[in-house]
């Protein structure tokens, strides 16, 4: 079993930056991708950016491209979450999750690992 623990969240005003970090422990050497997601009051759980073990593939989505930037230190089991110009739209619950397949994947329901959630919250 692998365990996800985030941090970093809160509130800020629309343009400003948090980053957001992801502790894995138990058998995170089985990790590959590591991704978040993030689900607002009312809405489907979304896809934000994902990371393979390598560092060489990642993906975002649309509407965070050019402002989040997804990151990983293998060496302490960690992935980051830079998110840059915050919009209100961003606000939502942020989730740190993990994959042990061996393709990457955007879809949530292919992560095998979950962590608790953290709120982001952007106000206008």
């Known amino acids: 079993q692998v365990q996800l623990v985030e941090s970093g969240g809160g509130l800020v005003q629309a343009g400003g930056s948090l980053r957001l970090s992801c502790a894995a422990s138990g058998r995170a050497y089985t990790i590959n991708a590591m991704g978040w997601f993030r689900q607002a009051p009312g809405k489907e759980r979304e896809f934000v950016a994902t990371l393979s073990r390598s560092g060489r593939t990642t993906y975002y989505a649309d509407s965070v491209k050019g402002r989040f930037t997804i990151s990983r230190d293998n060496a302490k089991n960690t992935v980051y979450l830079q998110m840059n110009s915050l919009k209100p739209e961003d606000t939502a619950v942020y989730y740190c999750?993990?994959?042990?397949?061996?393709?990457?994947?955007?879809?949530?329901?292919?992560?095998?690992?979950w962590g608790q959630g953290t709120q982001v919250t952007a106000s206008s």
């Open positions: 999750a993990a994959d042990a397949g061996a393709v990457i994947t955007t879809l949530p329901d292919r992560y095998d690992y």
